[in-house]
């Protein structure tokens, strides 16, 4: 019997605190494209660089979390049978937290043993184990540390289904996914649906991402003789299993972080494994649509060694890999997605059990034995016709609604019935709208966003061509004085890289009513278009209206250190509330006044804090610390000169 239940885990977690108060604009949130240099045959077919997003707006970032750890219960759903027990964070994404062999009784998934995130999300938080969903655009995407709508629901024959379900506001999709475990079966099943309501073609991109335990002799075998990498941010195709002196199936032979894209070709089954020593470890498969598979180490080095621990606890080595599956063959490009449109699939997850000696031996026979044991396990064909034979239930309601996730998806079908639109998915219980909508709803039902106090933070954002027209249409008329109706659009403009008429209109909202949000859009506008004097101005003039800001502290502080304005980015950061001294990103950019001003012992008591400073949201491949450190060293080093030149004149 399969059973499907809500429990609560005690586990140590910190406090996300909330979300920032400010566009999700920063230059610390912007992601980063490949460049526009290629080492690929015209056969290969990349959709490079194709549907990216430059920032995660109109979600708001997640940057508010420290690094204190307190015991917290988590809401998580298990579905279990004979075989396997699965267990979810609704909270975070559907994230798929542990796969138990029960028959083995061991782990298949590395199991993050805290709730801590770090910023490589498209929102800044992010965290790192277990398997997540990654829907729309290049990233850890917008609900990885966010609720999912989770219901209930069965098979025909009453086996419970698990059902995760969202509202993508980027893109205007819904995606859905529905986990079932059989009574008989040693596989996790996961039927994915992306739909697309529109009358467009959306860029679509889906990657689901298996944190593996890193261990000495695992292996990772796919059918694939080539795969695709970057060199210097470029793509390009290598041979399978050997590159660069090492053989690159085995996770820790990779010294440094890299990506390996298997090319499968569209001949051979879809599927990934990773098998230890023994030939026993966690195969993923799918049906054809999951075209991708990948390859994500860390790299066996001290940085790659420390990152893997910073995702954890601070006792423990977080040592793991990533592999992966996706509807593209790489994480460069996004897919062109017909209008009014649904994809889907089935991917399976579960224990295999290879022979160890032809695993770890040539790699042909490796791959040989990897499919053979996973077609003892479930053939491509099963896989099709559980494809098949599951659509009826995927577009039937729910029959009980677990967790609600936010209103938007509720909104977004508000508005199509105000305009005389399709309904969207209408077999998903998609509300209640919630605070967050109150302005939208009223732009819709009355042509105005309604008043805003400019001192409190926006509620809310959003960022879709049918509100961008309401939004012209509003100041026009009724909002052509409200401040926070221009700075909506403004925002809108800028994200449409429209970037002198978004000037325009953040200067209206700033003329109707001074806001501090308005002002910091302008700063960022200005910053962008390389006027750093201006972008400064406009800094400083939002945080004199708003000086006990977390996120605004942190900005403001950004970019007085980005344009080198230390004597004012002293004088900010010392007549700041004591909470925001204290902060560890706001202490590291005054460590650099410091040491500018000739404080050296400042800056460097800074930088050794606590055994060496720790920001919670250090982003991955930033440099701060290091910038300080080296600039530390510098002002010694001078200093040491300035004081041997002075004793050699001396002796002259």
């Not at 700075?487 to 325009?504: P, W």
Request: charged letters at 25%; hydrophobic letters at 40%; aromatic letters at 12%.
């Amino acid at each position: 019997m399969t059973e499907l239940r809500v429990e609560k885990l005690n586990i140590p977690s910190v406090e996300f605190n909330g979300e920032s108060t400010l566009p999700a604009i920063s230059e610390n949130l912007r992601l980063t494209f490949m460049q526009d240099v290629f080492e690929l045959g015209e056969e290969d077919g990349l959709f490079v660089n194709y549907g990216m997003v430059e920032y995660g707006f109109p979600y708001k970032a997640q940057d508010k979390y420290t690094r204190k750890l307190q015991n917290k219960e988590q809401v998580c759903v298990v579905l279990e049978n004979a075989y396997l027990k699965a267990t979810f964070f609704p909270q975070f994404g559907g994230k798929l937290h542990s796969l138990v062999d029960k028959k083995a009784g061991k782990e298949l998934l590395f199991v993050n043993s805290i709730v801590r995130p770090c910023h490589l999300g498209v929102r800044n938080a992010w965290m790192s184990g277990g398997v997540e969903w990654n829907c729309g655009y290049v990233g850890h995407n917008a609900f990885t540390c966010d609720w999912m709508h989770t219901a209930r629901t069965q098979l025909d024959d009453g086996t419970p289904v698990l059902r995760f379900y969202q509202y993508e506001r980027i893109r205007g999709i819904v995606y859905q996914m529905d986990f079932f475990l059989p009574e008989d079966s040693r596989l996790l099943y996961v039927r994915t649906k992306l739909i697309n309501p529109q009358f467009k073609v959306v860029p679509m991109y889906w990657w689901s991402n298996i944190a593996a335990p890193d261990a000495p002799g695992n292996r990772v075998i796919v059918p694939v003789t080539n795969t695709f990498t970057a060199r210097d941010s470029h793509p390009v195709k290598i041979a399978v299993p050997h590159y660069n002196g090492i053989d690159i199936t085995y996770p820790l032979e990779n010294i440094i972080s890299i990506d390996y894209f298997w090319n499968i070709p569209a001949r051979e089954r879809k599927f990934i494994c990773q098998v230890d020593k023994t030939g026993y470890g966690l195969v993923q498969t799918s049906t054809r649509r999951l075209q991708g598979r990948k390859l994500f180490v860390w790299g066996n080095s001290k940085g790659g060694d420390r990152w893997k621990n910073f995702l954890t606890a601070d006792d423990e080595s977080g040592s793991y890999n990533e592999i992966q599956a996706g509807i593209a063959k790489t994480q460069y490009e996004c897919l062109p997605m017909p209008p009014k449109t649904v994809w889907e699939w089935v991917e399976a997850y579960g224990a295999i059990q290879t022979d160890p000696a032809k695993a770890h031996g040539d790699w042909e026979v490796a791959k040989n034995e990897a499919a053979g044991c996973l077609n003892r396990l479930v053939t491509e064909e099963a896989l099709e016709q559980l494809l098949q034979s599951t659509k009826a239930m995927a577009k039937r309601p729910a029959q009980e609604v677990l967790f609600r996730a936010d209103g938007w998806g509720a909104l977004e079908q508000e508005r199509r019935k105000l305009c005389g639109e399709d309904e969207m998915c209408g077999y998903l219980d998609l509300g209640p709208l919630s605070l967050e909508q109150m302005p939208w709803l009223s732009l819709l039902q009355k042509g105005s966003l309604g008043e805003h106090a400019p001192s409190e933070p926006p509620v809310s954002y959003m960022c879709q061509p049918e509100w961008t027209a309401l939004l012209k249409k509003a100041v026009n008329g009724q909002d052509q004085h409200n401040w926070f109706a221009w700075l909506q659009l403004g925002l809108n403009t800028f994200i449409e890289k429209d970037y002198e008429r978004a000037e325009k209109m953040l200067e209206a909202s700033v003329a109707a009513q001074e806001s501090p949000w308005a002002l910091y859009a302008l700063a960022i506008l200005n910053r962008d278009a390389g006027n750093h004097a201006k972008e400064v101005a406009y800094m400083l003039q939002a945080w004199q209206l708003r000086s006990d800001d977390l996120s605004l502290a942190k900005e403001v502080l950004r970019c007085l250190y980005e344009n080198r304005c230390f004597a004012q980015l002293k004088a900010v950061y010392e007549a700041m509330p004591e909470m925001l001294r204290q902060e560890p990103r706001c202490m590291v950019y005054y460590a650099f006044a410091l040491l500018d001003s000739g404080d050296m012992e400042g800056a460097e008591k800074i930088l050794f804090k606590d055994g060496g400073i720790l920001i919670p949201d250090i982003r991955e491949c930033e440099t701060i610390t290091l910038d300080l450190w080296v600039a530390l060293q510098k002002k010694k080093a001078e200093k040491f000169s300035l004081s041997v030149s002075s004793r050699e004149w001396m002796q002259i």
